[in-house]
């Protein structure tokens, strides 16, 4: 899953940025509204995590922005604002749910997995398919119940399928899924994690759609 992070303080923002890549998610850290603006015009993501009080431009004129154009991905407001009328505002201009700062980082990865979760249209916290289980919140893979280790780009490939089956996804938009701006992809990476869970989960359960991209089928 590939998450965008508007906050200008560079001490919050670094412990977030290694606490959400050691979770397995790419992540673009970006410190003003403008920069913010410019990389929602420019990229799909998954889930923003939204500071309002940023330079260039205010968190929550990006965030009117980002609901003006149709933009559905889910927004997690962090912010030390705590007057409850600015709560409501940031809730009423779009915002999918609110946390104060200082935060509990535990906190804070739970309510990205429950938005994310949300906008796959689920409610469990598990995923399953086809005797196939992942659990974001311990990392933890199994298959007809026995553990299973995944590189964590193995992870990343099969949380984006398997979170909504019968959906195809094409190699780049995997591939949005799977790095952020500073890293580097090469040519055939999506394949080679495609081959990886192919052997440790059987040939059948992520199927190749010819010329458009993979997908887990519904059935």
Do not use: F
């Not at 149709?70 to 779009?94: F, N, S, Y």
């Not at 399953?128 to 490939?157: F, I, Q």
């Amino acid at each position: 899953m590939r998450l965008l992070l508007l906050e200008d303080d560079l001490m919050i923002g670094e412990a977030v940025l290694d606490l959400l890549r050691a979770e397995h998610y790419a992540v673009d850290w970006v410190k003003d509204g403008e920069a913010a603006e410019s990389a929602l015009r420019t990229q799909d993501y998954d889930l923003v995590l939204l500071d309002l009080g940023v330079p260039r431009r205010e968190g929550l004129e990006v965030l009117r922005g980002l609901r003006a154009r149709k933009q559905r991905m889910p927004v997690l407001i962090t912010t030390a604002r705590d007057a409850v009328q600015q709560r409501v505002e940031g809730l009423d201009a779009g915002a999918d749910d609110y946390v104060l700062k200082p935060y509990d980082l535990d906190e804070l990865l739970a309510r990205i997995r429950a938005l994310l979760r949300r906008a796959a249209g689920r409610a469990e916290p598990v995923y399953e398919h086809k005797g196939v289980s992942l659990n974001p919140a311990t990392h933890e893979a199994m298959v007809d119940g026995k553990p299973m280790v995944l590189s964590a780009r193995e992870w990343a490939v099969l949380e984006a399928l398997i979170a909504r089956p019968g959906l195809i996804l094409s190699r780049p938009q995997l591939e949005e899924k799977l790095y952020s701006w500073k890293d580097e992809i090469s040519s055939n990476a999506v394949e080679v994690y495609i081959h990886g869970l192919r052997k440790k989960l059987g040939a059948d359960l992520i199927r190749n759609v010819r010329g458009v991209g993979y997908m887990v089928p519904k059935e």
